[in-house]
Nanobody, 121 residues
Framework: QVQLVESGGGLVQAGGSLRLSCAVSGLTFSSYGMGWFRQAPGKEREFVAAITWSGDMTKYVDSVKGRFTISRDNAKNSVYLQMNRLQPEDTAVYYC??????????????WGQGTQVTVSS
């Protein structure tokens, strides 16, 4: 059974930081690209960041470039999203995803359950 379990969300003031983690089990982690997506209330789910299976390439949506950093640890079957200089418009449910190995990812194969990030002004 494939499981992607996010953690690290919460409430933070604008300008603050959070680090999201996603622990993955039930699949060969190093065979998948990994990504983070988010969905704000009343909006569609959007791509945030992705990383290749080896970690040698990353991609970000323009709105988070320079503020967010995606990384992975294949020995721990985990992917991370370091979020700095958070803004109220970053408020959303953040989802971890196991993706195709292309960059940007063409397909999402598995989703986590999501973790809430709320940024107050």
């Amino acid at each position: 059974q494939v499981q992607l379990v996010e953690s690290g969300g919460g409430l933070v003031q604008a300008g603050g930081s959070l680090r999201l983690s996603c622990a993955v089990s039930g699949l060969t982690f190093s065979s998948y690209g990994m990504g983070w997506f988010r969905q704000a209330p009343g909006k569609e789910r959007e791509f945030v960041a992705a990383i290749t299976w080896s970690g040698d390439m990353t991609k970000y949506v323009d709105s988070v470039k320079g503020r967010f950093t995606i990384s992975r640890d294949n020995a721990k079957n985990s992917v991370y999203l370091q979020m700095n200089r958070l803004q109220p418009e970053d408020t959303a449910v953040y989802y971890c995803a196991a993706t195709s190995t292309t960059m940007p990812p063409a397909n999402v194969y598995y989703w986590g359950q999501g973790t809430q990030v709320t940024v107050s002004s």
